[in-house]
């Protein structure tokens, strides 16, 4: 005979659900899938999902049924939640990527109330992770661009730049969005110190600048209508995504380019399966998850273990412990 579920078994259940997925918070789908519990024992002792994850201590789900996420947090909130992840991974040293997967908290509010995350760990009275890598200051990268065009005699490209800087592409390219971002950057720098003629310079500038002017005219966006994203004019595609459904669109133009067969694309978790093509022609069935940014992964409560990959078009997950394809990125090695 099987004996009753008790209010006890359902708490501890909960918490080891949770658990298991790295987080404070377990959402009411979730439980249902993942444990032996049914609905209406569940609710012989609690009269909602919410009663019950309080007392498993866990965070409270809003209408979304993900944790509410109050507007306006504070330093004492965020330096209090990094304690509390210090204090369930039983160490000091926490990443940013931990803290985001355990707390829903994404690098926005940290980046806008501290800086940075070293400024924030600082605060909070914790220690980095030792892989943790310090900023770059812009001038080291700036006259590493110089360093190279001394070597070969011109301004590099972003091939020849990347296949001799001593420091990784992908720092180049994050610091300042893109490439070619980050060599008018580079340029005026150049300009300031005297590195580069004003007028070679001006003119590379003009050739790979996709920045606006100082001077440029702008508007207060109209109500009635979308907004689109920046001038791209790449094949058939004007404008650069906004949203989560250009970034599928713009990867169905460049699945192929990139390797990827696609099998199918759904609306629930993973996105999408489909091949991708490995050395000597064979191929490999993976999930991908569609982002319009990378980090927008975990502000869905999305599975790791359940993924493969993400494409987005702006990859802002700088340790993101899954493969990311940024087709920002991608189209803007093509145009280099």
């Given at each position: 005979?099987?004996?009753?579920?008790?209010?006890?078994?359902?708490?501890?259940?909960?918490?080891?659900?949770?658990?298991?997925?790295?987080?404070?918070?377990?959402?009411?789908?979730?439980?249902?899938?993942?444990?032996?519990?049914?609905?209406?024992?569940?609710?012989?002792?609690?009269?909602?999902?919410?009663?019950?994850?309080?007392?498993?201590?866990?965070?409270?789900?809003?209408?979304?049924?993900?944790?509410?996420?109050?507007?306006?947090?504070?330093?004492?909130?965020?330096?209090?939640?990094?304690?509390?992840?210090?204090?369930?991974?039983?160490?000091?040293?926490?990443?940013?990527?931990?803290?985001t997967k355990m707390t829903g908290i994404t690098y926005r509010s940290i980046h806008r109330l501290f800086g940075n995350w070293e400024?924030?760990?600082?605060?909070?009275?914790?220690?980095?992770?030792?892989?943790?890598?310090?900023?770059?200051?812009?001038?080291?990268?700036?006259?590493?661009?110089?360093?190279?065009?001394?070597?070969?005699?011109?301004?590099?490209?972003?091939?020849?730049?990347?296949?001799?800087a001593k420091y990784h592409r992908h720092t180049f390219e994050n610091r300042f969005g893109t490439y070619s971002q980050f060599k008018?950057?580079?340029?005026?720098?150049?300009?300031?110190?005297?590195?580069?003629?004003?007028?070679?310079?001006?003119?590379?500038?003009?050739?790979?600048?996709?920045?606006?002017?100082?001077?440029?005219?702008?508007?207060?966006?109209?109500?009635?209508?979308?907004?689109?994203?920046?001038?791209?004019?790449?094949?058939?595609?004007?404008?650069?995504?906004?949203?989560?459904?250009?970034?599928?669109?713009?990867?169905?133009?460049?699945?192929?380019?990139?390797?990827?067969?696609?099998?199918?694309?759904?609306?629930?978790?993973?996105?999408?399966?489909?091949?991708?093509?490995?050395?000597?022609?064979?191929?490999?069935?993976?999930?991908?998850?569609?982002?319009?940014?990378?980090?927008?992964?975990?502000?869905?409560?999305?599975?790791?273990?359940?993924?493969?990959?993400?494409?987005?078009?702006?990859?802002?997950?700088?340790?993101?412990?899954?493969?990311?394809?940024?087709?920002?990125?991608?189209?803007?090695?093509?145009?280099?």
């Open positions: 005979m099987k004996r009753d579920i008790t209010k006890q078994d359902i708490i501890v259940t909960i918490q080891d659900l949770a658990k298991k997925k790295g987080r404070n918070w377990l959402s009411w789908n979730e439980f249902l899938a993942e444990s032996v519990i049914s609905q209406h024992q569940l609710f012989n002792h609690f009269e909602r999902w919410n009663d019950a994850i309080a007392e498993a201590g866990l965070r409270p789900l809003g209408k979304t049924g993900r944790p509410d996420r109050p507007k306006g947090m504070t330093k004492e909130h965020l330096i209090q939640s990094a304690l509390r992840v210090s204090n369930e991974l039983g160490r000091k040293a926490i990443t940013e990527a931990e803290f400024q924030f760990v600082s605060e909070a009275g914790l220690d980095l992770s030792p892989a943790y890598k310090r900023k770059i200051p812009d001038e080291a990268l700036f006259r590493e661009f110089y360093r190279v065009r001394d070597e070969i005699g011109h301004i590099p490209s972003y091939q020849e730049l990347t296949a001799r008018v950057h580079a340029i005026q720098f150049g300009i300031r110190v005297g590195l580069v003629q004003p007028e070679v310079g001006q003119k590379e500038m003009e050739q790979h600048a996709r920045l606006p002017k100082d001077n440029a005219v702008s508007y207060e966006a109209l109500k009635d209508r979308p907004v689109l994203g920046e001038r791209l004019d790449f094949r058939g595609l004007l404008h650069s995504p906004v949203n989560e459904l250009g970034v599928v669109y713009l990867f169905g133009m460049l699945s192929e380019e990139l390797g990827f067969v696609v099998e199918s694309v759904q609306a629930g978790f993973p996105d999408c399966e489909a091949k991708r093509r490995l050395p000597h022609n064979h191929w490999q069935r993976v999930r991908i998850e569609f982002e319009f940014r990378s980090a927008n992964f975990l502000a869905h409560g999305h599975d790791l273990s359940k993924c493969d990959l993400i494409v987005c078009w702006e990859n802002d997950w700088i340790d993101c412990p899954i493969e990311v394809v940024s087709l920002k990125e991608f189209i803007e090695k093509k145009k280099v």
